[in-house]
């Protein structure tokens, strides 16, 4: 099984480019979330999903955009990439329901210049 | 504003101690307390508490939540070198589905 998957692993930008982070789980789930990781931070949520057709911000939500584009994806979106955002990029998901724990995607790091 | 506070920030100890980590929460609408380890990549599932008092455990590890005082502890006995990471707490609300994360523990369990 897949579970979640991200793409790219890695990636660099220059200020002010943009890009679009992609993430797709084969589970079924209903819920999707985007968290980012700095040292000494934790995971901060960006934007998260509880199912197809919503989004939600979370807390860090400034400087991105999300689309949940049907149930098995959900992309994040810099329009315009900051020093400030470089960081790893976690995608998750689970069924939404109780006893649901979060399952996450491998990361993609990304450094912007 | 919701909040999780993980302590310590940082931790060092030798091989065969015991450590015990600690997470509080302030949120509305909890529903469910996660505990994450996470190594060189993605956090993965330890626990996760919906109710006080109920020990979970697997293995050298367990936790307990305590909802009145709201906090949960992870204790790790006998510890190895391999349970050095960053263990994760989290909260998940029962608006919206919301999950949030404290800072995190970096465990270094020293041979």
């Known amino acids: 099984n897949a579970g979640v998957t991200q793409t790219p692993k890695f990636q660099v930008l220059k200020t002010g480019q943009s890009m679009t982070l992609q993430c797709a789980q084969d589970m079924n789930h209903n819920s999707m979330y985007w968290y980012r990781q700095d040292p000494g931070m934790g995971l901060r949520l960006i934007y998260y999903s509880a199912s197809e057709g919503t989004t939600d911000k979370g807390e860090v939500p400034n400087g991105y955009n999300v689309s949940r584009l049907n149930k098995r994806e959900f992309s994040l979106r810099l329009e315009s990439a900051a020093p400030s955002q470089t960081s790893v990029y976690f995608c998750a998901s689970n069924t939404g329901g109780l006893n649901s724990p979060l399952h996450f995607g491998n990361g993609t790091r990304l450094t912007v210049t | 504003e919701d909040k999780v506070v993980q302590s310590p920030l940082s931790l060092v100890v030798h091989e065969g101690d015991t450590v015990t980590l600690n997470c509080s929460y302030e949120?509305?609408?909890?529903?469910?307390l996660l505990w994450y380890k996470q190594e060189k990549k993605a956090p993965t599932f330890l626990f996760m508490l919906?109710?006080?008092?109920i020990e979970k455990k697997s293995g050298r590890l367990s936790s307990i939540l305590d909802k009145k005082e709201l906090f949960s502890i992870l204790n790790i006995t006998a510890t190895q070198t391999g349970d050095s990471a960053i263990y994760l707490c989290a909260v998940e609300l029962n608006r919206d589905d919301k999950i949030i994360f404290g800072k995190g523990t970096r465990l270094h369990i020293l041979p």
């Open positions: 919906t109710s006080s008092g």
């Open positions: 949120v509305t609408n909890f529903r469910s």
